[in-house]
């Protein structure tokens, strides 16, 4: 395996990294830090902002009562984060933009996961939708209230790029293949700071889209077997896991489970990180880009898996759906989740009083979609913890999650 010209962060950044001192700025201009780039300004805003510490009480698979060790949004994000640094600094690139846009990008998502994205989702058709991207938007750029000038977290424009565009572009030629219509929360903002959401997003933004695979691939596994959902011998015939497996047991025959396990998360993540960075570097030679500009335009992404990985995740993807996202015991508490976030929708949108103080001054009643807005808005930012309570308090029977 060729690792030739990779950056271990002692040497220059690349033509086609994104350079501070070159940032397109932010909406509401500012005083720069002395001491500090913008890209890791908006890095240290991210992690001050009230959204990154909710990320502690919201659940992926797992609800939260189900134990201490499986991990949270929060533990998600800061492996995401792990990993999108170490793809920008082998392929020299911004490391704190890249870090940036992993630890941001999952603001927007509802409590217990995405059981509760979907039936917000369902909830506010007629009302414009929810989605958990265009919803992390409006969180850094509009209902984060900490500074004195300005709402939101006035994040650089590349930060935002590689927010709303980690995924892909979202409209152009480039962006035809999306199932849904670009959520007007997005196209809003866009027509006050152009993102440009029909080129590809910077190589940052790309190396934290891909981390964020890798990273629940690897940690679905384990948290799937650490619930008993999962065992080791049905991963035998998972590609790529199943594989790491056998060579685990051939090398360690007596290794305990629990060690067997963390050994398949490390190698299999190293794996696929090395696999990324050499397709990526193969792209790259290939391409030959020259600045930033040439990212943008490239016509495709050029930080993901090569063909014969991204055949094998997906078969690993199709694995852990089927036995581990719609397991019984799993799809049962989705079922309570569900009725929970729908229950506390219904409430809230007939009567604004039933929200805390700060929500009630909302939009006038006659103005049905911007008081559905609103809802969401307050809904979405909920830990699971705190919509459990809510429930409790507004109705005389809550499901139980376990």
Not at 85 to 110: N, P, Q
Not at 373 to 379: K, W
Request: glycine share 8%; aromatic share 8%; charged share 25%.
């Amino acid at each position: 395996m060729s690792m030739h010209g990779i950056g271990f962060g002692y040497r220059e950044r690349a033509s086609y990294a994104c350079d501070p001192q070159s940032s397109r700025g932010r909406l509401v201009p500012e005083n720069e830090s002395p001491t500090r780039t913008v890209f890791q300004r908006d890095r240290d805003r991210i992690i001050h902002s009230t959204a990154f510490r909710r990320l502690k009480h919201k659940t992926q698979v797992f609800i939260a009562h189900e134990g201490d060790h499986y991990r949270t949004r929060l533990t998600h994000t800061i492996e995401v984060a792990q990993i999108a640094r170490a793809l920008a600094r082998s392929m020299r690139l911004d490391e704190d933009l890249a870090e940036a846009i992993a630890l941001v990008h999952d603001f927007g998502h509802t409590p217990f996961g995405h059981t509760g994205e979907d039936a917000l989702n369902e909830k506010m058709q007629g009302f414009g939708g929810f989605d958990h991207n265009a919803q992390s938007l409006r969180i850094v750029t509009s209902l984060e209230k900490r500074y004195a000038e300005f709402d939101g977290l006035n994040l650089t424009w590349e930060t935002l790029e590689g927010l709303v565009k980690h995924n892909g572009p979202l409209t152009g030629p480039n962006g035809e293949g999306l199932k849904h219509p670009v959520p007007a929360a997005i196209l809003e903002y866009n027509s006050q700071y152009d993102l440009e959401l029909g080129s590809f997003a910077s190589l940052e933004a790309q190396c934290a889209a891909i981390a964020d695979d890798i990273a629940y691939n690897a940690h679905d596994i384990d948290d799937g077997l650490r619930s008993g959902l999962l065992s080791l011998d049905a991963l035998e015939e998972v590609p790529v896991t199943g594989d790491i497996l056998r060579a685990v047991r051939e090398k360690y025959p007596v290794l305990d489970d629990v060690r067997t396990a963390h050994e398949i998360v490390r190698r299999q993540i190293t794996i696929m990180v090395e696999d990324v960075i050499c397709t990526a570097q193969a792209n790259l030679d290939s391409l030959k880009p020259q600045s930033v500009g040439d990212i943008h335009g490239a016509g495709r992404t050029i930080v993901g898996f090569s063909d014969a990985m991204r055949g094998k995740e997906k078969l690993l993807k199709n694995f852990l759906y089927k036995n581990l996202y719609f397991h019984e015991s799993v799809v049962r508490i989705r079922k309570s989740a569900d009725k929970i976030v729908r229950d506390l929708f219904d409430a809230y949108l007939a009567d604004e009083q039933t929200m805390p103080e700060g929500w009630r001054d909302g939009p006038k009643q006659d103005d049905l979609v911007a008081q559905a807005r609103l809802v969401a808005d307050f809904l979405a930012g909920m830990t699971d913890t705190y919509a459990v309570r809510e429930h409790r308090r507004l109705f005389d029977h809550t499901p139980e999650l376990a």
